[in-house]
């Protein structure tokens, strides 16, 4: 019995399928004949209009069924932001009439108790109309969701990217997932050629094993870091910066933030500032009009020697100067790690000696964990002599090498001012200085760093542009290297001359698809003997046919992979098939 015979009862088994078709779709459906007579109606249509029950019966005419929906407020069909619209019963219901005879209709709307609806009408050729209506008040508010969250993070983006001041964000890999336009002015690289590394492929490897080893505390600890940088420009300048590093998200997904704060244009007024605390502090006038060349340091005058004493105490540095100045030396005392190295760079462009160094086992480890005792010998010194006295908790820690041993300064790089003469000056002769015991000489060790391993090398042929794109992405995110080519010769030729770890054969291909090109370079591999390498050839397909795999493997592939692509599926199978994650991100 066909459905477009409305004289004809429907059989009751027709009528439950129906229901049952309705009922695991979550769907009200409705179906017509070309007269516009309903033929059968779920029941749960009624979820959706107030109407009386007959109207959904076998037999019942479309007009009365849309006249009897106005009435129960169906008058906000129409609009999308269900308010009642300003038109008559009639016009309405011959407008809604007009909507069922179209061959397509489909519409997302609001309904008046602030539910949104789709609606699908259908038109078949001999007239008969299937209509569905479905509840997608929960889509649409994702979709709302997804849209502010969107909207908001474009927001973020742009004003990062309009920023002054260099921002990164790091995830728990240390790989870059978010680099704004100014710090990728001072790499002169686009964000590209950042995202998705780590770096170590950015910097020298010493120290790109310094910022990893910093940021990695930051994330493990959640211990904020904090110093003044001296940063390397790509094009030579350097900047003066305050190097923020953060840590951020929640746990199981923490991430790493750094921003870089100029401080160029102020440096210079700040060490005019600590330079006047200098003169204060010390007495150095006629010592200054005694020395010698322009690059002659100016030694003590009238005193045993300089001594800078670091002390979160200030009444026991503050006693301790005391000390040090009635046995006949210049002294002065700091209670911060910052401070520290402002008076220290102050010291040096006054070309003013300071003797010595006297450090506690906090200030000591605070310096040394912000890299910035490398910068000044005798701080070095200092800070070496109280972890070594601290017994081998700490001794084992080896000091930051100084600037002199390491190589050149990379495209970005932390550097250090003109280092002070490398030639110690002699101990101030005095009495021991507070809080320390004798330390044991201590060697300065050269900072070495093991050879990064290769990237992985991915072919991949694919002759859709859409997916093409899709790999790219994809392939920059997880920091492999990798060629797209566009059909399957292309793809054996590529093989022949790159030598890839992988290969990602899309399987419907122009010119040569790709089993016969998974073929092609098997039957390569067998005419070079025992030298053959064995590269893996993963199928990429849509197609969900019964045999494919089997067709792919009997084509010497070695595994399968559906699309669409996902980086979760893409990153596991080069993690199978190349090897772990290590193994690529280790250079990322």
């Known amino acids: 019995m066909a459905l477009n015979e409305p004289d004809m009862k429907r059989p009751c088994s027709e009528v439950k399928t129906i229901e049952a078709l309705a009922s695991a779709l979550d769907i009200a459906i409705m179906v017509y004949d070309r007269n516009d007579t309903l033929i059968v109606s779920s029941a749960s249509f009624l979820r959706f209009f107030d ?66 609806v789709r609606l699908c009408k259908r038109r078949m050729p001999d007239g008969l109309l299937i209509a569905t209506i479905e509840d997608v008040s929960e889509q649409k508010r994702r979709d709302e ?34 680099v704004n336009y100014a710090f990728c002015r001072i790499l002169g690289l686009n964000p590209k050629q950042i995202l998705g590394h780590t770096a170590s492929s950015i910097a020298e490897s010493g120290l790109a094993g310094r910022i990893d080893e910093i940021q990695n505390g930051v994330l493990k600890t959640g211990v904020p870091y904090e110093a003044i940088q001296d940063v390397c420009r790509a094009d030579g300048s350097v900047m003066r910066s305050i190097t923020r590093i953060r840590r951020t998200g929640r746990p199981g997904n923490y991430f790493v933030t750094a921003s870089f704060d100029d401080i160029s244009a102020v440096a210079s007024t700040e060490i005019q500032q600590v330079e006047d605390i200098i003169r204060y502090s010390f007495d150095v006038t006629d010592a200054a009009d005694e020395a010698g ?36 030396f210049d002294a002065v005392a700091i209670a911060s790690a910052t401070e520290a190295i402002a008076f220290l760079e102050a010291a040096q462009s006054m070309k003013l000696a300071i003797d010595e160094v006297e450090i506690t086992a906090q200030l000591a480890k605070a310096l040394f964990r912000n890299g ?20 081998p908790t700490s001794s084992t820690e080896a000091p930051a090498p100084r600037r002199s041993e390491t190589s050149p300064a990379p495209v970005l790089s932390i ?70 080519v566009c059909n399957g010769q292309e793809a054996v030729a590529a093989w022949q001359v790159a030598a890839p770890d992988l290969i990602l054969m899309d399987v419907s291909m122009p010119v040569m698809n790709g089993l016969q090109a998974a073929q092609a370079i098997r039957d390569a591999e067998t005419t070079q003997g025992e030298k053959a390498l064995h590269v893996p050839i993963i199928a990429v397909t849509a197609h969900a046919m019964s045999g494919d795999r089997e067709r792919c493997l009997a084509a010497g592939m070695d595994d399968y992979l559906s699309k669409p692509v996902s980086p979760e599926k893409l990153e596991s199978i080069i993690q199978k098939w190349v090897g772990s994650a290590e193994s690529f991100l280790a250079v990322g």
């Open 293 to 328: 060349k322009p690059g002659d340091e100016v030694s003590g005058s009238g005193c045993k020697g300089r001594i800078l004493v670091l002390d979160e105490d200030c009444q026991g540095s503050a006693n301790r100067v005391a000390e040090l100045k009635k046995a006949g």
């Open 145 to 178: 969701e997804m849209t502010e969250i969107q909207q908001k993070a474009e927001f973020a983006q742009y004003t990062l990217d309009n920023l002054a001041n260099p921002v990164v964000v790091k995830d728990s890999e240390l790989r870059y997932v978010f």
């Open 51 to 116: 109407v009386a029950p007959e109207l959904l019966t076998p037999g019942a005419r479309l007009r009365d069924l849309f006249a009897a929906t106005f009435d129960a407020g169906a008058r906000v069909l129409g609009t999308l932001n269900g308010k009642a619209r300003n038109v008559s019963r009639e016009d309405w219901v011959a407008e809604r009439i007009a909507i069922h005879w179209r061959e397509r209709y489909d519409s997302v709307e609001k309904l008046a108790d602030g539910r949104w």
């Open 415 to 484: 550097v250090a001012s003109a280092p002070q003469s490398s030639t110690d000056a002699p101990a101030p002769a005095r009495s021991a200085p507070h809080n320390s015991e004798p330390a044991a000489p201590v060697e300065s060790e050269k900072a070495t760093a093991s050879p990064a391993r290769d990237r992985i090398r991915v072919l991949v042929a694919e002759d859709n542009d859409v997916n093409q794109i899709v790999f790219e992405q994809i392939l920059e995110g997880i920091g492999v290297d990798f060629r797209i």
């Open 372 to 391: 910035m005792s490398a910068l000044h010998d005798v701080l070095q010194k200092a800070i070496v002599q109280r972890l070594a006295a601290e017994g």
